[in-house]
């Protein structure tokens, strides 16, 4: 790879999903009925949210490769998935992967950036963190057959900054031990940013890993309240001592929409 890539590729690395599959850091194992709208997809390496009766929410990068879908994902591919205890949750047929209406602006800007030469290494890794965090990491996949999972409830409207939440993934409970396929949730404090679609949680020693990409984020009023969807698992920082993870906000719009109007409009 030329060396001039390698800083602007950093993230990119996350989105190719080129990362062993680790879960939460600091982690509970998930119990019983909790967290029923889960699923995994080994497949993918990702985490996923039954949001309709054959929607899978994810996220984009999880489904992608580069601008294209994934060719395993053709419609009518076969794609396995398992609950939150590891256990078989069914076998489905992909019907359609529908991707975020912003996610291509992502990849057409990455590729401009690594076509100018006129730009530094950090110049070029500032201005892809920074258009980024304007970009609605995001898929839903629409399926055939039957699940184990419940359909799960967003919450399209709910103000997180400063409140816990709760994230969900599926795999070990150290980073680089092997992966046991079940799945542990950790708190995590919500932070965001007025004009970002990023919601940013700091709670080191607990927070996700990059096989956790598209796994849904949780809110819950009280624990034994219903739970709500209110991001989906982007990426996590690289200096893991800083326990940062990053989600797509679910409540906020892009240039073609809310997301909640596209999400809905599938769902139809």
Known sequence: MNIKKIKLLIIWSLLLNSLPSWALVGGVRVMGNEFR???EMPLLACGGARIGNHFILTAAHCVTHGADIAPYLVKDSALELTDAQGNPAGRVKVVKINISP??????SFTEKLNNDNSLTDDKKFDLYTNYS?????????EFSGNISATVGQIDYGLKLKGKTVMAIGSG????????????????????TQNLGV?????GAPSQICPGD???PLYFKSDFAGPE????????VDS?????RSYFTRLDNSTAHGSIKEWINSLLK
Do not use: Q, R, Y
């Not at 912003?102 to 990849?107: G, P, S, T």
């Not at 965090?133 to 996949?141: G, N, Q, S, T």
């Not at 709500?228 to 990426?235: C, D, E, L, R, Y």
């Open 37 to 39: 709208s889960f699923v």
């Open 102 to 107: 912003d996610w291509n602006e992502l990849i």
């Open 239 to 243: 200096d893991t001592k800083k326990g």
């Open 198 to 202: 990023n919601i940013t949680t700091a």
């Open 213 to 215: 990409s598209g796994s």
């Open 172 to 191: 070990c409970e150290t980073p680089g031990g092997a992966s046991s396929g079940i799945a542990s949730w950790a708190k995590l404090t919500a932070k």
């Open 133 to 141: 965090e304007k970009i609605h990491d995001l898929a839903v996949i």
């Open 228 to 235: 709500f969807i209110v991001g989906v698992v982007k990426a």
